[in-house]
């Protein structure tokens, strides 16, 4: 039994620095997506001024239209005021021209209102397009200079994962699932010294009994409190390897 204990403090080991290198891996490439991102926030952004700006220009050059059109129906109705003939018709061509000059000022506000909002637009545009090409560069020099970084992780994580494999195989399919549970639930320390009585990964006193059964061996333990997968170290031996 003491050998299938040692099978899981090596597994430990190869899965403890699995981690650290999936972590490193995630970190690294976490860099690169950040910037990733950042640039398709900025993508999205634009084609959306972009499309708002060619709506809004369409909207002025409409306005703009009808403005000159409205100018020159003021004018013809002028030319027509030196025609009539009655006050009746005075009023009627005096009222035309009043609405017609109405509605053309509201034209002209609302082409002063667009063109001021579209210089914010405009600078808007400009920063945004110029964040665009200068986030390309920082990305393509962000991939560049991880790639042989992750290369190696992977490579190096390849290997981890090869050598468990070797390892998991010779564990007993029960043991090595309820082991991996432990590994997950307690921060990566699944297999516990059992010293002076108590468990070494959650620090509770054992019960005699069972204290006396792990220096044994027999059979594999787990903490009553912790659940972790107990053993025990002769005090010479334990004295010996550190
Ligand atoms: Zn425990």
């Given at each position: 039994m ?14 403890r620095q699995l ?15 950040q ?5 398709q926030?900025n993508?999205t952004?634009l084609?959306r001024?972009t499309?708002?700006?060619?709506e ?13 059109e409205?100018?020159?129906r ?7 005021l030196?025609?009539v ?6 009023q009627?061509?005096?009222h ?5 000059k109405?509605?053309n000022?509201r034209?002209?506000?609302e ?9 914010v637009?405009?600078?808007r545009i400009?920063?945004?397009?110029e964040?665009?090409a ?8 962000a ?5 042989a970084?992750?290369e190696?992780?992977?490579?190096n994580i390849g290997?981890?994962r ?10 007993d399919?029960?043991?090595l699932s309820?082991y991996q549970m ?5 921060a990566?320390?699944a297999v ?5 009585g108590?468990?070494?990964g959650?620090?509770?006193r054992?019960p ?13 333990h787990f903490?009553?409190n912790?659940?972790?997968v ?7 031996a334990?004295k010996?390897s550190?």
């Open positions: 003491r050998e299938e204990i040692n099978r899981l403090m090596d597994l430990q080991i190869i899965d981690q650290e290198l999936e972590q490193s891996l995630s970190s690294i490439a976490g860099r690169v997506d910037l990733r991102d950042e640039n926030k993508q952004e084609d001024l499309e708002h700006d060619k809004i220009t369409a909207a002025r050059k409409k306005a703009e239209r009808e403005l000159a409205g100018e020159v003021i004018r013809n109705k002028r030319m027509r030196t025609l003939r009655n006050d009746k018709e005075l009627a061509l005096t035309e021209i009043e609405s017609l109405e509605t000022q034209l002209e506000t082409l002063l209102t667009s063109m001021e909002g579209a210089d637009r405009t600078a400009k920063e945004l397009t964040a665009i200068k986030g390309r560069v920082d990305l393509a020099a991939e560049k200079e991880i790639a970084e992750v190696e992780l992977k490579s290997k981890r090869k050598a468990r494999e070797k390892v998991a195989e010779n564990v399919a029960g043991l309820r432990i590994f997950s639930r307690r990566g320390v516990a010294l059992a010293k002076g108590t468990c070494q959650c620090r509770m054992l005699p009994q069972l204290y006396n059964e792990i220096q044994k061996h027999l059979q594999i903490c009553p912790c659940q972790r107990l053993y025990y170290e002769e005090p010479a334990e010996a550190s």
